[in-house]
């Protein structure tokens, strides 16, 4: 897979009260496999495509994502996390989570002034 750039849209996931259930759906629906990945204590999950690897995910809504919005979230890469949160703000957007430290990143999650979501995530 590229290294992405800046601009690119670069995961997708989705975070539920139950993503057993929700990770399940998707699995019958759309033919994806389920792959837990370790969470401490419970399992959030890396949903596959057969033959092409993991394609999205599906979280719990515990802990650091417990103010996610239960909606399908792309993750948009940007240089600068914090200055591209505090653009979001001066445009007459908000910051719903973050800026903060997600994975060895820095993440945060931003409404635009149309009440559309989407993650921004640093290069």
């Not at 897979?1 to 995961?11: E, K, N, R």
């Not at 019958?28 to 596959?48: A, C, F, T």
């Not at 997600?102 to 635009?112: E, S, T």
Request: charged share 15%; hydrophobic share 40%; proline share 7%.
């Amino acid at each position: 897979m590229p290294d992405p750039g800046v601009g690119d849209v670069t995961w997708r996931d989705l975070t539920v009260p139950d993503a057993d259930q929700v990770s399940t759906f998707y699995s019958e629906v759309v033919g994806w496999q389920i792959q837990p990945h370790d969470m401490g204590g419970y399992s959030d999950y890396e949903m596959n495509a057969p033959g092409r690897g993991c394609v999205a995910g599906i979280c719990h809504a515990r802990g650091q994502n417990q103010n996610m919005p239960a909606q399908w979230l792309i993750y948009i890469t940007v240089a600068d996390v914090a200055a591209s949160a505090a653009r979001c703000v001066e445009l007459g957007g908000t910051v719903l989570d973050g800026p903060r430290p997600m994975g060895g990143q820095q993440f945060c999650i931003i409404r635009d002034p149309a009440g559309a979501v989407a993650a921004l995530v640093s290069k």
